[in-house]
């Protein structure tokens, strides 16, 4: 919708972004903080963990946004991620684990259904199920 806007003097992009990460954002979050509090002292990897998970950390998404605002690129559809080049869930969450925790991870089961998301409620009011959102898979 937002690409096939048309007025004069308006033009629009589409930022794909990564799955955020850093200053505090809802999906890694509790992965960070279990990795320091090394409770639990394995990490979970939703399933096998080889699905593609591109990210993007906050300061540099918003840095892309300027950098659109000011540059206006040709192509109207970006994708925001950083340059990771196999970036499976599970060296994802290994790299968390390494850093600051045990450096164990471990597997656990892909939930066969996710509660709906009340409508009325903001991401900021969710409590986000990050299983599903380490599910994806794209490859950007």
């Known amino acids: ?62 840095r892309m946004v300027k950098k659109v605002y000011e540059s206006k690129p040709e192509r109207p559809y970006i994708f925001g991620i950083d340059t990771t080049n196999k970036p499976s869930q599970k060296r994802l ?8 925790g045990t450096g164990l991870i471990e597997e656990t089961d892909i939930p066969h259904q996710f509660p709906k998301v009340h409508p009325n409620k903001t991401p900021l009011q969710l409590d986000l199920n990050w299983r599903k959102f380490l599910l994806m898979n794209i490859k950007a």
């Open 93 to 100: 969450i290994t790299a968390i684990s390494n850093g600051i």
């Open 1 to 62: 919708m937002v690409l096939n806007f048309k007025k004069e003097g308006v033009k629009t992009y589409v930022i794909a972004a990564g799955l955020l990460y850093g200053k505090g954002e809802a999906i890694l979050n509790s992965h960070f903080k279990q990795a320091w509090l090394q409770e639990p002292a394995r990490l979970p990897v939703v399933g096998l963990g080889n699905n593609l998970v591109p990210t993007v950390h906050v300061t540099d998404l918003a």
